[in-house]
Nanobody, 125 residues
């Protein structure tokens, strides 16, 4: 069992940077692939970024490539999402998710086993 708690969201102006954190508790964090997803009001939850259990392979959705960076610190049981040059269209609730079994990161919500409660990011123009 893994519990995930996101933090770092807020209200910011377009163009600035923000870093989200997702702290995990429970066993075997280092065996989990981790993903970040986001959901805007009235829209489906969408994939943002993922990192495999080792931290060596990453995936990004096209709209954030070059602006967002996912990373993990297994000693701290934490995964990060560094978000640069934020845009109003990045406004959403951001959720982290864990996928067990030494898996690679995935774009698909159904492949994740655990989810956090989310943190809101609002970007004003």
């Amino acid at each position: 069992q893994v519990q995930l708690v996101e933090s770092g969201g807020g209200l910011v102006q377009a163009g600035v940077s923000l870093t989200l954190s997702c702290a995990a508790s429970g066993r075997a964090f280092s065996s989990y692939a981790m993903g970040w997803f986001r959901q805007a009001p009235g829209k489906e939850r969408e994939f943002v970024a993922a990192v495999d259990w080792s931290g060596t392979r990453t995936l990004y959705t096209d709209s954030v490539k070059g602006r967002f960076t996912i990373s993990r610190d297994n000693a701290r049981k934490t995964v990060y999402l560094q978000m640069n040059d934020l845009k109003p269209e990045d406004t959403a609730g951001y959720y982290c998710a864990a996928r067990g079994g030494y898996a690679s990161g995935s774009r698909w919500t159904l492949e994740y086993d655990y989810w956090g409660q989310g943190t809101q990011v609002t970007v004003s123009s």
